[in-house]
């Protein structure tokens, strides 16, 4: 079955430290994102990724690099992770089309103390 | 810039009856795709239904259908026969073709409770 795998599951990092947040899919899809939740703005979305190699800014990239090495594999990277980066991570993946469906991975709960 | 707006913080129903979501969008774009998607309470979300702006029919599937008014830049979804397990948090997302953009814009969701 097509899956989009996230890892960790729970992460606690220390302020000013690095983090990567890493996402596996297997249904072979070209287009990958990345998507914050926080309570009251939904999902927001940070970066993706139209296949390997590439990486575009979201509507809130500040702070966060992104990586897609391969095309099952997309990161997520907080160089100097920050307080205000604790929120719970998306990963999904999609394609192909303008009407595609995104199909998302369980999340990654990060804590920056 | 391309927006969604879900005012509706949370509903409780009870079970068996109908319940619509509101979701209205704004958007330049001539062609554009409206969904919707499901959060359930571990955190999982799935896609539930889509609806194309140049169809004028409204999509359904399963239980599920929407209610798409065009002219008023309005998604509505509607759930017939709710049952406990449709309680969860809604988005609604729109996705434009400006631009070569495909970024899918989400709403703040609608928290559904259904009460036996």
Redesign the interface.
């Given at each position: 079955e097509a899956a989009v795998t996230q890892s960790p599951r729970n992460k606690v990092a220390v302020t000013g430290g690095k983090v990567t947040l890493s996402c596996n899919q297997t249904n072979n899809h070209n287009?990958m994102?990345w998507?914050r939740q926080d309570t009251?703005?939904?999902?927001?979305?940070i970066h993706?990724s139209?296949g390997a190699g590439s990486t575009e800014k979201?509507?809130i990239p500040d702070g966060y690099k992104a990586s897609r090495p391969s095309q099952e594999n997309f990161s997520l990277i907080l160089e100097l992770a920050t307080p205000s980066q604790t929120s719970?991570y998306?990963c999904?993946s999609g394609g192909p089309g303008?009407?595609e469906?995104?199909?998302?991975g369980?999340?990654t709960r990060l804590t920056v103390l | 810039a391309q927006k969604v707006t879900?005012t509706q913080t949370s509903i409780s129903v009870v079970e068996k009856t109908t319940v619509t979501m509101d979701c209205v969008y704004e958007t330049r774009d001539s062609s554009y795709?409206l969904?919707w998607?499901k959060q359930t309470a571990?955190?999982?979300?799935?896609?539930l239904i889509?609806q194309?702006s140049y169809k004028k029919e409204n999509a359904t599937v399963g239980h599920y259908s929407l209610n798409f008014q065009k002219p008023k830049s309005s998604i509505g979804l509607i759930i017939t026969a709710t049952q406990i397990e449709d309680s969860a948090v809604y988005?609604c997302?729109m996705?434009g073709?400006s631009s070569g953009s495909?970024?899918?814009?989400?709403?703040?969701?609608t928290q559904l409770t259904v009460m036996p």
């Amino acid at each position: 079955e097509a899956a989009v795998t996230q890892s960790p599951r729970n992460k606690v990092a220390v302020t000013g430290g690095k983090v990567t947040l890493s996402c596996n899919q297997t249904n072979n899809h070209n287009n990958m994102y990345w998507y914050r939740q926080d309570t009251g703005h939904g999902l927001r979305l940070i970066h993706y990724s139209y296949g390997a190699g590439s990486t575009e800014k979201g509507d809130i990239p500040d702070g966060y690099k992104a990586s897609r090495p391969s095309q099952e594999n997309f990161s997520l990277i907080l160089e100097l992770a920050t307080p205000s980066q604790t929120s719970v991570y998306f990963c999904a993946s999609g394609g192909p089309g303008s009407a595609e469906t995104l199909y998302f991975g369980s999340g990654t709960r990060l804590t920056v103390l | 810039a391309q927006k969604v707006t879900q005012t509706q913080t949370s509903i409780s129903v009870v079970e068996k009856t109908t319940v619509t979501m509101d979701c209205v969008y704004e958007t330049r774009d001539s062609s554009y795709f409206l969904f919707w998607y499901k959060q359930t309470a571990s955190g999982e979300i799935v896609f539930l239904i889509r609806q194309d702006s140049y169809k004028k029919e409204n999509a359904t599937v399963g239980h599920y259908s929407l209610n798409f008014q065009k002219p008023k830049s309005s998604i509505g979804l509607i759930i017939t026969a709710t049952q406990i397990e449709d309680s969860a948090v809604y988005f609604c997302a729109m996705r434009g073709l400006s631009s070569g953009s495909w970024q899918l814009i989400f709403g703040s969701g609608t928290q559904l409770t259904v009460m036996p």
